[in-house]
């Protein structure tokens, strides 16, 4: 359009390029190229004709291959009265920010052996990643059609690193609860980070069961709640943010500082029983892949039953009254791999595994461990 301006005239020849004597260099060169190329091509109409014509053969290219405009990621609306409702939802797994779910999945199975980072606490086993919750403030309908779909998909452990104060549709949730373990899935649950008594503090989601029927049962089975300890000893071993509890915690956990995979492969700390839950989830995932003929019962009360005692008084989370540290749990101890491993090998399993190549998938003669989705 400049060089229309300057020659005067919006059709021109190559004639009129060569008479036309340029005002400045850049000018002369945009008439030198133009002038080469109609020499080639013809007329500026030509030329601008060709020139459409490979911006459209490079643009119905970009569409018909990578369809940047087409938008898969339509989030649907539900309706908040239907507790059971499915298939609505945003499909961005990443999210506004994915640092909390990627240092989670790090705890439980970062590569190890490859002299990255840091390494997860079980080795060869799945993730499956599930957002359930965008950011805190979780629904009850999400958290119960995250746990059914990760059941119905093959997980076998389901760490759940979230909770709140109040749970308006617990029924939804206990039903979810309920299908898992039905289907032999252990949950791990954090138990929160207010510094308060679970016994006498409601957290959710929960082991208890709100509608128990005749002769329904009172507490799932497969499910564990655990809390945060701080790599201090003495008196401060538990983290002073970790919720507690003799009935309604399971077992301890390290949550404090624990340094584990970022996004944009990065590494870095981060505290919480957030971070305890799969630390207990890791354990539960190496059991489940060595010895799968344990259920997910057993599995829970491997991890509680081989938990390491501390014999030894501490401060409750969030106050200065010492207490014994087996008042903080119903284990009264710290989750520890190896002593479930030795322990797991001494249970009974209560599953058939199928056989293959003359040996067991888990602990058999083969000697290859299940990959296990956690």
Do not use: C
Request: net charge negative; proline share 4%; glycine share 10%.
């Amino acid at each position: 359009q400049d060089l229309k301006k300057a020659i005067g005239k919006d059709d021109f020849t190559q004639e009129d390029l060569s008479n036309f004597e340029a005002p400045d260099e850049q000018t002369e060169q945009s008439v030198a190229m133009l002038s080469n190329i109609m020499m080639q091509l013809g007329t500026l109409e030509e030329v601008e004709e060709q020139l459409q014509g490979g911006i459209d053969y490079f643009a119905n290219g970009l569409e018909y291959h990578h369809n940047p405009n087409y938008n898969s990621r339509t989030i649907v609306g539900d309706d908040y009265s239907d507790s059971y409702e499915k298939g609505y939802g945003n499909n961005d797994v990443k999210g506004p920010d994915a640092f909390h779910g990627t240092h989670v999945a790090g705890i439980i199975a970062a590569a190890r052996g490859n002299n990255l980072g840091m390494k997860g606490v079980a080795n060869n086993v799945q993730i499956m990643s599930v957002r359930a919750v965008p950011d805190g403030d979780e629904r009850d309908k999400d958290v119960a059609n995250a746990i059914i779909y990760a059941v119905d998909n093959g997980a076998s452990i389901i760490n759940m690193s979230f909770g709140k104060g109040y749970s308006w549709d617990k029924e939804a949730v206990d039903k979810a609860v309920k299908y898992a373990m039905k289907n032999d899935v252990l949950l791990v649950h954090a138990a929160g980070n207010s510094s308060q008594n679970n016994d006498s503090s409601d957290n959710f989601p929960n082991d208890g069961f709100d509608k128990k029927g005749l002769f329904g049962p009172k507490n799932a089975k497969n499910w564990l709640e655990v809390g945060a300890l701080s790599w201090k000893k003495g008196e401060n071993t538990p983290a002073s943010f970790s919720n507690y509890g003799k009935e309604n915690v399971d077992v301890f956990a390290p949550g404090v500082d624990i340094y584990s995979t970022t996004p944009d492969q990065g590494y870095g700390n981060a505290s919480g029983t957030s971070m305890a839950s799969p630390v207990t989830a890791g354990v539960a995932a190496v059991l489940r892949s060595y010895f799968p003929e344990l259920t997910a019962e057993q599995v829970k009360e491997v991890i509680m039953e081989s938990a390491v005692p501390m014999d030894y008084k501490v401060k409750k989370p969030g106050e200065k009254e010492l207490v014994p540290f087996s008042d903080l749990s119903v284990s009264g101890g710290v989750v520890n791999v190896y002593d479930a491993v030795e322990m797991a090998q001494t249970v009974k399993g209560k599953k058939k595994v199928k056989k293959s190549n003359g040996g067991s998938s888990g602990s058999g003669s083969t000697g290859k461990k299940k990959k296990d989705q956690a």
